[in-house]
């Protein structure tokens, strides 16, 4: 309805999943597990079940996208929020066209001499919770909220 305020077209959208859900085993990994040490789950398991978090980037799609967050649930923490950052064609050049998404920054997780946070640890029993705000005055098909994950064994 165009009558509608756009401050009241925003909604919300919850995917829930576990630690375990975020990890590729064995033939789905990107690389094999020679080179790059894909995850298994007897190697996390004999780290304590657990994982730190280094990256995490969203994918949405403009313009609807307001933000993205990843959600530890069982510590009620906010591990991530991201929101696109719009072009506004001042200086009019590429990769700053108005209207246009031009970054979303992923949060980044390491050592204080990096001047990051600490990373979070997740666990293969972990809930996590992604939230994704989007306003339905941009029409879009294919609404989602993802992330691209990348971490490290722990112990």
């Known amino acids: 309805d165009p009558t509608t305020p756009a401050a009241n077209c925003t909604y919300e959208l919850r995917s829930r ?13 990107m690389c094999g597990a020679a080179e ?5 789950a007897s190697r996390i ?14 994918h949405c799609h403009a313009p609807a996208c307001e933000e993205l967050e990843l959600w530890d649930s069982d ?7 991201a929101r696109p950052r719009m072009g506004d064609g001042q200086p009019a050049e590429p990769q ?3 209207g246009f998404v031009v970054g ?7 050592s204080a001499a990096e001047g990051l946070r600490p990373p979070p640890k997740i666990f293969l029993d972990s809930n996590l919770t992604v939230v994704k705000r989007v306003n339905s005055t941009h029409g ?7 992330w691209q994950m990348r971490g490290a064994y722990t112990a």
């Open 45 to 58: 398991a004999e780290q304590g079940g657990a994982y730190e978090l280094l990256y995490a980037g969203p």
């Open 96 to 98: 700053n066209e108005r």
């Open 75 to 81: 510590r009620d923490e906010l591990l991530c929020r």
């Open 36 to 40: 790059c040490g894909c995850a298994n």
């Open 104 to 110: 979303i920054d992923p949060c980044l997780w390491g």
């Open 17 to 29: 999943f576990r630690g375990s859900d975020t990890i590729s085993f064995g033939h789905s990994c």
């Open 140 to 146: 879009h098909w294919g609404v989602m909220g993802l």
